[in-house]
């Protein structure tokens, strides 16, 4: 059985529009009431009561009373005048219905059983059969509106159990009847009924066709074939309803509709709404142009609605046409979409009229417009999309609108950080996302010019003095009191700065701020890359100074080589230094030196300090991989597989995550068994071979789990 519908019941109650389900049942009374046995007799006369609560808990019994008998007592309460009686009268039907012997409803293999006669001789048929008889005998000679809407109700619970009846009646019924039958036959989500429905579409009585075409259109997701086909076929019918409504099914299940047929209905203001939502699925590159030129008159609803379909072409198939017709559009259509992007939906100005028709959602609506003005490049994009970016809902969207305009977006954005960036913190309040934003997407702009010949290409000596002024900025904003400002900044020098910024990167690697002192060092080792002739001659300036080590570390590493002198500086550095200092030599030495710092790890595995021990292990499990591939039988390998069976026996997980996120692979190369019988006696660590084991560490194989 099925049953389901989308629309309000009788009772002004929701409805489900999934097979084989209810509405929830009232708290108000209890399933021991429902579940008590009760004498008909006293049912009876409790539904005859004055009281409304009296006669909704008897019609609450009914549901495990004797179908024969609670016939007449059910069409009594499905016609009573409370309306909370006559839905605790359909609950009882779905629980009669429910309670029906197992296979009575359905035979075997899925046969359908006779609509109005049981089984064997003597056997009573089953309750939905019953019901269906009662309710349509009920349509046919009541008056009653109420005892009629609860009769499609309950009938299109009944689901495929009463089609065949429901298809008789509809042949046999006249009037309003008719009518009601074509509503039952629909809420049955019965696929069999469609034939009835769709011959309902022939007939002259423009209501009936009306419910017909309905009906169809609520079985879409069972019988998606067939209904799409009506649905089309509808598309050209004489009434105006049935042509909505078929769209509108069209719409629902996502059905292409070609736009030779769906131009004309875009005209129609009844049919607009739903042929521009139509228009969202065309897969023609007429739908661009004809949706942008309605852009520039559409007001309300109708506006919003052609923003959404524009933009759902944008991400398509089609997303060039959208494009090329939006770019050729008048001036005004490109207005009007960063007018509606701009808009504020609370707490700012109104939105213009032509943007109320977002209705709940304007922030999506917003966004939409957005992109595609970035996409027409409209004067104006770039202010908005920057003004966007102080809206934590519309940054994504502004950030992907800045790069659709590209340069063109520079000018708004150097304005916006020309009055931004500026040491006075009270004036970053609630700006530092935004501004962060904004200086990691100019980046991205400058470097996209810059690939062109601008700043961040080596060998370019004269800068754009638009790309110079966003350099200007960057520059400023490395010192901003907002940790986030700053460390966008120096990403971005890393991406766009110039020789000349060294010193600036290099003094905020001791900044307080730790993140901001994290981004310097990333910011130096992506300028020494950019910039390697400079760089190697800033690191040995920088080797002389205690406080400027670290930098020189960073410098090397960054270089990937070093000759003796930087060697033994690196190697004095990691015993020496400070704990970022030393951390960042251990790093150093093993991209430089290679297998000669082997012994300088040793040593660092044993530091006092975490961060320099994890940098050890780490820094170890890349060199052990890169002599796995230049020299896999080598006595350096070896050595560094010694080293490795030190950090796997050591106890501590993190050490041996370090070493396996260095490359080490502790599970596909083990003869690590000569590393931990190396183990087994106590004795310290040797600095220079590193080969004894530490105290009260065990012996034997590892287990080979990386942790």
């Known amino acids: 059985m099925s049953r389901a519908s989308d629309d309000l019941g009788p009772f002004g109650g929701p409805r489900v529009s999934d097979a084989n389900l209810w509405p929830s049942e009232p708290d108000s009374i209890s399933p021991s009431v429902r579940s008590t046995p009760m004498p008909i007799s006293a049912i009876a006369a409790a539904l005859a009561a004055d009281d409304a609560e009296e006669r909704r808990q008897a019609a609450a019994r009914l549901g495990r009373a004797d179908v024969t008998e609670a016939l007449p007592l059910l069409l009594r309460a499905l016609g009573d005048p409370d309306w909370r009686v006559r839905k605790e009268a359909t609950y009882a039907c779905h629980r009669l219905i429910q309670a029906a012997p197992a296979g009575s409803i359905q035979g075997a293999e899925g046969e359908r059983p006779p609509a109005s006669e049981g089984g064997a001789e003597g056997e009573r048929p089953p309750a939905s059969q019953l019901l269906v008889g009662a309710l349509l005998d009920a349509l046919r000679t009541s008056d009653d509106v109420g005892l009629r809407n609860a009769a499609i109700e309950v009938l299109g619970y009944c689901g495929r159990d009463a089609t065949p009846a429901l298809v008789g009646a509809l042949g046999e019924l006249g009037g309003d009847e008719r009518k009601l039958v074509v509503d039952a036959l629909g809420r049955t989500r019965d696929p069999a009924a469609l034939d009835a429905l769709h011959a309902a579409l022939a007939e002259q009585d423009d209501n009936l066709r009306q419910s017909a075409i309905e009906a169809i259109s609520g079985m879409g997701l069972i ?95 089609l997303a060039q046409h959208a494009v090329d017709a939006l770019q050729a559009a008048p001036i005004e259509v490109g207005a009007r979409l960063v007018q509606a992007a701009a808009a504020q939906g609370s707490g700012g100005a109104e939105p213009p009229a032509s943007w109320r028709g977002l209705g709940a959602d304007p922030v999506s609506g917003r966004a939409q417009a957005l992109v595609l003005a970035a996409m027409a490049r409209a004067p104006g994009a770039a202010d908005a999309a920057v003004q ?270 370090a070493a396996a996120q260095g490359g080490a692979s502790f599970r596909s190369d083990p003869p690590w068994s000569e590393a931990g019988g190396r183990l087994s006696a106590p004795g310290p660590i040797d600095g220079g071979e590193g080969s004894a084991s530490t105290p009260g560490m065990s012996g034997g194989p590892p287990s080979g789990k990386v942790l």
């Open 388 to 657: 966007a970016m102080i809206e934590p809902a519309l940054v994504e969207t502004a950030q992907r609108a800045l790069g659709l305009l590209g340069g063109e977006a520079l000018p708004a954005v150097l304005a916006y950080l020309d009055r931004h960036v500026d040491p006075d913190p009270d004036l970053w309040e609630g700006l530092d996302d935004a501004t962060a934003a904004l200086i990691d997407g100019a980046v991205a702009i400058a470097r996209q010019r810059g690939r062109e010949g601008g700043p961040g290409a080596p060998g370019v000596d004269r800068l754009d003095p638009q790309l110079d002024e966003l350099l200007g900025a960057v520059r400023r904003s490395v010192k901003s009191p907002s940790t986030l400002v700053a460390t966008s900044a120096l990403y971005g020098l890393a991406k766009i700065g110039a020789a000349d910024d060294f010193p600036l990167v290099v003094s905020q690697t001791r900044a307080i701020s730790l993140p901001v002192a994290r981004a310097a060092e990333s910011a130096l080792a992506g300028l020494s890359e950019r910039y390697p002739e400079a760089a190697r001659a800033l690191a040995r300036r920088l080797m002389q100074a205690e406080e400027t080590h670290l930098a020189a570390a960073i410098v090397i590493e960054a270089l990937g080589s070093a000759d003796p002198e930087e060697i033994a500086f690196l190697t004095g550095v990691a015993s020496a230094g400070d704990v970022r200092a030393r951390r960042a030599a251990v790093t150093a030495v093993a991209a430089a030196a290679g297998a000669s710092a082997l012994d300088v790890l040793s040593l660092s595995l044993a530091d006092e300090e975490r961060e320099v021990r994890l940098a050890a292990a780490r820094a170890l499990g890349r060199l052990y991989a890169s002599l796995t591939e230049s020299s896999p039988a080598g006595d350096d390998r070896v050595r560094a597989r010694e080293l490795l069976g030190l950090v796997r026996a050591s106890g501590e997980p993190e050490l041996v995550t």
């Open 223 to 317: 019988a998606r074939e067939r209904v799409t086909d009506i649905l089309y076929e509808r598309l050209a019918d004489r009434d105006r309803f049935v042509r909505l409504t078929a769209l509108n099914g069209l719409n629902g299940l996502e059905a292409p509709v070609p736009w030779r047929v769906l131009s004309p209905l875009i005209e129609d203001p009844i049919l607009r709404s739903a042929a521009l939502v139509a228009a969202a699925l065309a897969e023609s590159p007429e739908a661009p142009r004809a949706l942008v030129a309605a852009l520039a008159t559409a007001r309300g609803g109708a506006f919003a609605q052609l923003v959404r379909a524009l933009a759902r072409l944008a991400e398509g198939p």
